[in-house]
C-alpha cells in the first residue's frame, strides 16, 4: 500500500453530481410536476430505487436490451460471497436477485399490487414520481448510466378520456416549464391489444421476411422472436423499409379503433396537435392500444425524444396482479434540460435573494445582536445569511452582493444603543433606520415587497 492521502476519487461514468443551479433545476421540474401533475389528481409516490430483479423481467422481457444487456445490478457483499462459492447466481433466492431499477413504472406495478392500491370496484389510482434511473449504456450526450425520470401512471380504467388527459397533462407541463408546444413534436400512434394485435404481428413478419435482404441481421432475428422491434431499429436501411411496412392503426379490431379514434377527439378538443406514426412502437412489451413520444425540435442531435409513455393494460398481470387497466409517461430531466437550453430558458435561473445582516464590528455586544437579528429573521422564513470569518464592513457588503442580497442590516454601536439598525436597499443604496424590537418583520415585509414581483414568471 502506498503511504500519504489517496487520490480523491472521481464520480462513475455516467452520472452526475446536481449542485448550484442543475439542482436548483431538478427542485424546479419536480415542483412543477406536483403543482401541474395536481391538478389533474395524481398524487406524488416513492419507490425504492432496486427491486428483485424479477420485477423488471417480467415487466420489461427477458428479451429487452435493458434486461439484457444494460440492467445494474445490486449485490451485499455476503451475497456475492455466496455467489461465487457456489457457482453463479441461481444459487440466490429470488428475493436476493436485485437490480437499480432502468425505469419507474415496473416498481409503481409491483407496489400498486402489493399494497392494492387498485381494490375491486375502487377508482383509478393516479400518481407521479420523480428519482434517479440507471442504465449501463454507452454514455453519450443525453444518455448518463444514472439520469432522473419523473413519470405519471394511472391504474384502474380502459377509458380514453384518461389516455387523452395524460396526454394532456404532459404537455401542460412542457409548457409549464418553458416549453411550448410549437417547440415539440407529439407522435401517437395505437399498438392494439391482445385481440387484434397477434395478426398485425403475423402481418409485420411476413413483412419483414419478405424484405429478409434489405434489413439487418438483427431485424431478421426479430421476425421470429418481436417483429414489431424492427421498428425500433436505430439502422436507417431498415428504418427506409419499415416506413413502408403494415401500420398497426389499419389493423386494430373494432374496440381498439373506437378507443383510439376517442383519444384523438379529446386531444383534438383540448387543441393538442399530434402527428399520427404508424412508426412509433415502444420498445417496451407492456404497451397496448395509445403509446406516444414526445421530442423537442431543436438542440438535441440524434436524442430528441423528451418524454413517452402510453397504455400498458396487460403489465398488472405480467407482475402477478389481477388484470388491470393502466397507462402511464415517464420524462427525463436532463434531456428537458438540454431542450430548455437550446431555447435560452435557464430552468435553475439564479440563486435565490436573501437579506444579509453585517456587524460594523467585532465586540461582543455586535456579535449578539447581529445573532438575534439573523434568528428572528430565519423564523420569520425570510433567507438571511451573515458573516462567520471576522470579516471588515466593507468585506461584508461584497458577500452580501455575492450572496445575492435584497437589503442588507447593518449593526454598529451606535445605533444599537439607540435601539436601532440602518438598513440598506443594496439596488439603490438607500438606508433607512429600523427599530430592533420591529426588525424581523419590518425586513420580511420589505423584502418581500422588494423580491415577491420580480419572481420567475411562467
Ligand atoms: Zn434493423
Ligand atoms: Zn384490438
Redesign the pocket.
Known amino acids: 500500500m502506498a503511504s500519504g492521502k489517496p487520490n480523491p476519487a472521481r464520480k462513475p461514468e455516467g452520472t452526475e453530481d446536481l449542485y448550484g443551479a442543475s439542482m436548483r433545476a431538478w427542485v424546479r421540474m419536480r415542483e412543477v410536476a406536483g403543482r401541474v401533475f395536481g391538478a389533474w389528481g395524481y398524487d406524488p409516490v416513492e419507490t425504492p430505487a432496486m427491486e428483485q430483479l424479477d420485477v423488471f423481467v417480467h415487466g420489461l422481457g427477458q428479451a429487452t436490451d435493458v434486461v439484457r444487456k444494460e440492467m445494474f445490478r445490486a449485490i451485499t457483499s455476503t451475497n456475492l460471497a455466496t455467489v461465487i462459492a457456489e457457482g453463479g447466481e441461481g444459487t440466490l433466492k429470488a428475493s436476493r436477485r436485485l437490480a437499480l431499477r432502468p425505469e419507474g413504472t415496473a416498481g409503481f406495478v409491483r407496489a400498486a399490487i402489493e399494497h392494492t392500491f387498485v381494490p375491486q370496484g375502487a377508482s383509478c389510482v393516479k400518481s407521479w414520481y420523480a428519482g434517479p434511473m440507471f442504465r449501463g449504456e454507452r454514455v453519450q450526450k443525453g444518455r448518463l448510466r444514472q439520469f432522473h425520470q419523473i413519470g405519471a401512471e394511472c391504474l384502474g380504467s380502459d377509458d380514453p378520456a384518461l389516455d387523452a388527459e395524460l396526454i394532456i397533462m404532459l404537455m401542460d407541463f412542457y409548457r409549464a416549464l418553458g416549453l411550448p408546444e410549437g417547440a415539440l413534436r407529439l407522435r401517437l400512434n395505437s399498438m392494439g391489444d391482445s385481440a387484434c394485435r397477434p395478426a398485425y404481428r403475423e402481418l409485420v413478419r411476413g413483412f419483414l421476411l419478405e424484405h429478409k435482404g434489405e434489413?439487418?441481421e438483427?431485424?431478421v432475428a426479430r421476425a421470429d422472436t418481436n417483429p414489431l422491434r424492427?421498428f425500433d431499429?436505430k439502422?436507417e436501411g431498415?428504418q427506409r423499409v419499415m416506413s413502408a411496412a403494415p401500420a398497426s392503426a389499419d389493423h386494430l379490431c373494432g374496440d381498439c379503433a373506437e378507443h383510439y379514434a376517442k383519444v384523438k377527439a379529446r386531444l383534438d378538443e383540448a387543441g393538442i396537435a399530434y402527428e399520427e406514426d404508424p412508426t412509433l412502437v415502444r420498445g417496451l412489451d407492456y404497451y397496448t392500444r395509445t403509446v406516444f413520444e414526445v421530442e423537442a425540435l431543436t438542440g438535441m442531435g440524434s436524442q430528441a425524444a423528451i418524454g413517452g409513455g402510453g397504455r400498458y393494460d396487460g403489465l398488472v398481470e405480467l407482475e402477478g396482479g389481477k388484470p388491470t387497466p393502466g397507462l402511464g409517461f415517464a420524462v427525463g430531466f436532463e434531456r428537458i434540460l438540454i431542450a430548455l437550453e437550446a431555447l435560452g430558458v435557464e430552468l435553475g435561473g439564479e440563486e435565490p435573494p436573501c437579506v444579509y445582516v453585517a456587524s460594523a464590528g467585532h465586540e461582543p455586544e455586535l456579535e449578539n445582536a447581529v445573532f438575534r437579528a439573523c434568528l428572528a429573521l430565519r423564523r420569520e422564513g425570510v433567507r438571511t445569511e451573515r458573516d462567520y470569518q471576522n470579516r471588515s464592513l466593507k468585506s461584508q457588503f461584497k458577500q452580501a452582493d455575492k450572496a445575492h442580497a435584497a437589503l442588507c442590516v447593518v449593526v454598529g454601536s451606535d445605533e444599537l444603543a439607540a435601539g436601532e439598525a440602518t438598513l440598506r436597499d443594496m439596488a439603490t443604496h438607500e438606508q433607512t433606520p429600523v427599530a430592533l424590537d420591529a426588525l424581523a418583520r419590518e425586513v420580511a415585509r420589505r423584502f418581500a415587497a422588494l423580491t415577491a414581483p420580480g419572481e420567475r414568471g411562467e
Open positions: 434489413l439487418c438483427e431485424c424492427a431499429c439502422n431498415c
